[in-house]
Nanobody, 117 residues
Framework: QVQLVESGGGLVQPGGSLRLSCAAS????????MGWYRQGPGKQRVLVAT???????NYADSVKGRFTISRDNAENTVYLQMNSLKPEDTAVYYC???????????WGQGTQVTVSS
């Protein structure tokens, strides 16, 4: 069992920055690929970025060069540094823990990010 708790969302002006955190507990954090997804108003949930247990990263084209995902296995935490934010980045951001098809897929409760002047 894995519990995920996101934090760090809020209101920011275009061009600003935010850092999201996701604290994980309850299982072997370092065994999981961790990811951030987002769901904008009236839209489906989509991938933002993932990071494997070995540190390999993957990003959606829309955030490449602006967002950075990282993890601290000692603190059981994954981060999403978001720079040069745009209004279209407005969404609820969800943390995800995935360990392959033979294990449950876990989600956090989400944190709202609003980019507006």
């Amino acid at each position: 069992q894995v519990q995920l708790v996101e934090s760090g969302g809020g209101l920011v002006q275009p061009g600003g920055s935010l850092r999201l955190s996701c604290a994980a507990s309850g299982s072997i954090f370092k065994a999981y690929t961790m990811g951030w997804y987002r769901q904008g108003p009236g839209k489906q949930r989509v991938l933002v970025a993932t990071i494997t247990s070995g540190g390999s990263t993957n990003y959606a084209d829309s955030v490449k060069g602006r967002f950075t995902i990282s993890r601290d296995n000692a603190e059981n935490t994954v981060y999403l540094q978001m720079n040069s934010l745009k209004p279209e980045d407005t969404a609820v951001y969800y943390c995800n823990a995935n360990r392959g098809n033979y294990y449950p897929n876990y989600w956090g409760q989400g944190t709202q990010v609003t980019v507006s002047s």
